[in-house]
């Protein structure tokens, strides 16, 4: 079982930047992908960003070109960069992991951007 700890998360204006990070328990060596999903109230969960073990990337169209995903293997961390921040990337920021048969969320981290 992989813990996912996230922290980084607050409140922020808009045009602003947040780095939210995720530690794992264990070597994310082992994970096949990690990344970012986000809830914003009474809205489904989406994908934000991911990254598989051998550095492959995907964003979510509304994120491209303000987020960046990156991750440090000796840390066993994986960061999201968010940059010119908006009201609407309000949300619950979720790490994610997952390895074949199993996946693995963290608690959660609030992000509020202000107008």
């Known amino acids: 079982q992989v813990q996912l700890v996230e922290s980084g998360g607050g409140l922020v204006q808009a045009g602003g930047s947040l780095r939210l990070s995720c530690a794992a328990s264990?070597?994310?060596?082992?994970?096949?992908?990690m990344g970012w999903y986000r809830q914003a109230p009474g809205k489904q969960r989406e994908m934000v960003a991911t990254?598989?073990?051998?550095?492959?990337?995907n964003y979510a169209d509304s994120v491209k070109g303000r987020f960046t995903i990156s991750k440090d293997d000796a840390k066993n961390t994986v960061y999201l960069q968010m940059d010119s921040l908006k009201p609407e990337d309000t949300a619950v920021y979720y790490c994610?992991?997952?390895?074949?048969?199993?996946?693995?969320w963290g608690q959660g981290t609030q992000v509020t951007v202000s107008s």
């Open positions: 994610y992991a997952a390895r074949p048969m199993s996946i693995y």
């Open positions: 264990e070597s994310i060596f082992s994970l096949s992908v």
């Open positions: 990254c598989t073990s051998g550095g492959r990337t």
